[in-house]
Structures are given as structure tokens and as C-alpha cells.
């Protein structure tokens, strides 16, 4: 007889968690999510999903609710995606972030030793440690990191937390160290989201123009559905460890904006430098794109690209869906929801 796998899923209502419950549910897994309460909640991201998995309440910072879960649901495996997941807004609320992003995951690894040091754990790590210091690049899993942002900071306490609880008390503990990753299910106030959004709202005469913070960055942008598949296999190894995953590709948020025009019709011209720098439609010469210095960040990491190849290698795992693909794939879709009177 199979018995079914559970799975505990924070951050279930988050982009990575809806795919995530997405994915375990067709392979069988019973699926918890925690869910914290907020004033509405429509579940959108989960869709269908949302009826296939059970849904608890509570929230990352309380340690006593989330013990009598565990101990409760008894799950197989956590998948700890629940955190203050913007940069930016890391260095407004800093403290939060520190709580939210760091500390609760101290709070994870503590009740899995009390209650039982089997079950597995993923931690959502991220590309943001390394800091994307110029020569440093492609990043793998032995390149230095040197957080730039509070998030990156409380996710390198988190990283080495998950590495002492592995090497320490042998826990199944690993570190998915994930470079950007997107999807139409992206949350508005990311870059990628916000751009096609407004392009979108743009197109159908809603939006007068996009505007933007530093478009010199430069990111290794995969696709959250591929990111998810390897969350998984992670956690399906005899041996836990911390890989690299990303694409391989890396682009300036300028390009993002070129791509997402470019699927909806337009030619974008660039006229101008740093803050005054403008995006026109080539066509009409309308102002399309200009810079609001409000979107820059008091720390920036210049140029992100991932050396995926360990987990090429160990897990199998190459990612299906690249640059191009991925503004397509969004671009539609905000399409069709602004046409559809949702954006
Ligand atoms: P996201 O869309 O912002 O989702 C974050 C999730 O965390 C949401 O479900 C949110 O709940 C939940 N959450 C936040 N604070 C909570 C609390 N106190 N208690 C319970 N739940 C809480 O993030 P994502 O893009 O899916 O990313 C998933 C994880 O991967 C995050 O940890 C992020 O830092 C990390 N990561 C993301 C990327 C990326 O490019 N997407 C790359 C590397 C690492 P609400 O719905 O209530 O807000
Ligand atoms: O910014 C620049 C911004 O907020 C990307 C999170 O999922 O990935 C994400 O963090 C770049 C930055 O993502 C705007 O300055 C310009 O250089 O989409 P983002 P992020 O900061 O890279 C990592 C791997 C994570 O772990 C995080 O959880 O775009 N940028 N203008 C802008 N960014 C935003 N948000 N808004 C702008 O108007």
C-alpha cells in the first residue's frame, strides 16, 4: 500500500506557494498551507487548487501555533517559502524583515528538532546573498556572499541556520539559493509584474505612462513554474544540500521593459541619461517610460546571473522557460486581464 506524502507549505498564497501546491498535489501529496489572516482574501493565485489542499491558519512569528500544526499535521516535508519576500521594502521596515525573513526560520528548525528530526525542510534562499558584485558573476555555490539589502542580510542568517541545523543535528535541511523568478502570478510590486501591468493598461488607453527606478540592473529571470519542480527534487535526495538554480541568462530591467513593449506592438526609443532618461513609442514619439528616482533603493545589487550547473548535474534539473518566453508570458496574460476589466 502507497501512503500518501504530506507536505506543509508556508508562503502557500505567495506566487511559489500556489505553484508549489499546484505541483505536490498532482504528485499525490497531501498539501497544508499556512495562511495568516488578512482583511480579504480571494485565493486567486491558487484557483482550483485552493479545494485540493487544506488551508490553516497562523502565522510565521508565532512558535506555538505553528508547533501544534506540525505536531498535528505531522508533515513529511516543509517547504518554507513564507517570508517579507521585497527588497525594497526591506529597507523600510528592516526590523520585520528581520523577523519575518530571518528569525522564523530559527522558529521552524526549533520545533522540527522538539518534535520530530525527520521531517524534511526546504528553505527559500535566494540569489540576493551574493550582492552581485561586479567580477563575481556567474554565481554558483562557492562564490562569497555579501548581502546588500535587509532582506539579503536576514537570508544569509536564515541560509546558515538551515547549515547548522544539517551539520549539527543531522537535519534534512536544504538551502534552494534561487535567482529571480516570475510568473503571471508575480505579486504587482515586482519589476517584472509592475512593467507588463503597465504595458498592458497602457495599450488599452487605461495608463499614460510607466515609471521606473534603476533600468541598468541586471537580473537572471527563470519562470516560477520550473522553479517549483526543483524545490521538490531537492527534497528527494539521499543526501540534503544547496544549490544554485537560475537560468544562465542574465538582462537589464531596460530590456524586460523593450520585450514586454515589444509583445504588445510597440517600439521603444530611448532618449536621454540616468534620471532624465524617457522611453518613446517610435511611432507616435509619445513619452512611454520615464524614471522616478522614488524607485531607487538606498542599496542596489547591479548585475545577478546564476551558474546553475550543480543542479544540472545532481538534480537533472535544466529550466524550460528563459527571457523571451517569460515576458511573452506575462505580457498576455496582463493583456487579457486588463481586456477582461481585471487590471
Ligand atoms: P511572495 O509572492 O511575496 O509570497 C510570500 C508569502 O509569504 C505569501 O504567501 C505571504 O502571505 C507569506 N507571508 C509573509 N509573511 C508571513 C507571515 N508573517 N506569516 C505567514 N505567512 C507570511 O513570494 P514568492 O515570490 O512566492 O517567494 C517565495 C519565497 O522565495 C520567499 O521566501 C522569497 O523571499 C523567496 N525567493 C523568491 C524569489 C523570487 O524571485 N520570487 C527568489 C529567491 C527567493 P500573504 O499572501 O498573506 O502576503
Ligand atoms: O527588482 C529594479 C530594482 O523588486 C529587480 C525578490 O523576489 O528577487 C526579487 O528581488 C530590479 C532591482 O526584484 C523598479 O532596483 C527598477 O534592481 O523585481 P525586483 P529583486 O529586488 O531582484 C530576489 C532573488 C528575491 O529573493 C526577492 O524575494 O529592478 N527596479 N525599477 C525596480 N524594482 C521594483 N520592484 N520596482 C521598480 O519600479
Known amino acids: 500500500m502507497n501512503i500518501k506524502k504530506k ?65 498535528t499535521e505531522k508533515p513529511d516535508e516543509i517547504y518554507n517559502l513564507a517570508a517579507q519576500s521585497h527588497v525594497g521594502s526591506s529597507f523600510k521596515t528592516p526590523l520585520t524583515t528581520l523577523d519575518m525573513t530571518g528569525k522564523s526560520v530559527w522558529i521552524l528548525l526549533e520545533i522540527i528538532r522538539a518534535v520530530d528530526q525527520k521531517i524534511k525542510i526546504y528553505q527559500a534562499s535566494t540569489s540576493e546573498l551574493f550582492g552581485g558584485d561586479p567580477g563575481t558573476e556567474p554565481q554558483n555555490e562557492k562564490t562569497p556572499f555579501n548581502p546588500h539589502s535587509p532582506y539579503a542580510i536576514a537570508k544569509l542568517a536564515a541560509f546558515h541556520m538551515i547549515k547548522l541545523y544539517r551539520e549539527s543535528y543531522g537535519i534534512f535541511a536544504c538551502n534552494g539559493i534561487l535567482f529571480n523568478h516570475e510568473s503571471p502570478r508575480r505579486g504587482e510590486d515586482f519589476v517584472t509584474r509592475k512593467i507588463t501591468i503597465a504595458v498592458a493598461r497602457i495599450k488599452a488607453g487605461k495608463q499614460e505612462v510607466l515609471e521606473l527606478g534603476n533600468m541598468d540592473a541586471k537580473r537572471d529571470w527563470g519562470f516560477a513554474g520550473d522553479y517549483v519542480e526543483v524545490m521538490y527534487e531537492m527534497l528527494q535526495q539521499d543526501k540534503a544540500d544547496d544549490y544554485v538554480i537560475s537560468t544562465g541568462e542574465t538582462h537589464t530591467v531596460r530590456e524586460f521593459v523593450e520585450e514586454s513593449f515589444r ?14 532618461e524617457i522611453g518613446k513609442d517610435k ?61
Do not use: H
Not at 508549489?20 to 480571494?42: I, N, P, T
Open 7 to 71: 507536505a506543509f507549505i508556508t508562503g502557500v498564497t505567495g506566487q511559489d506557494g500556489s505553484y508549489l501546491a499546484e505541483l505536490l498535489v498532482k504528485k499525490g501529496y497531501d498539501v497544508v498551507g499556512l495562511d495568516r489572516r488578512c482583511s480579504e482574501r480571494d485565493y486567486w493565485r491558487l484557483g482550483e487548487t485552493r479545494n485540493k489542499i487544506k488551508i490553516i491558519e497562523g502565522d510565521l512569528m508565532e512558535y506555538e501555533s505553528l508547533r501544534r500544526i506540525i505536531e
Open 263 to 276: 509583445v504588445a506592438g510597440y517600439e521603444i526609443v530611448w532618449e536621454g541619461k540616468d534620471e532624465k
Open 283 to 343: 511611432k507616435t514619439g509619445k513619452v512611454l517610460v520615464r524614471i522616478n528616482p522614488e524607485f531607487f533603493r538606498p542599496g542596489e545589487v547591479p548585475l545577478l546571473l546564476g551558474d546553475n550547473s550543480k543542479a544540472k548535474k545532481v538534480l537533472g534539473w535544466t529550466p524550460k522557460v528563459t527571457f523571451k518566453k517569460l515576458a511573452k508570458m506575462m505580457m498576455e496574460d496582463d493583456l487579457e486581464k486588463v481586456e477582461k476589466g481585471l487590471l
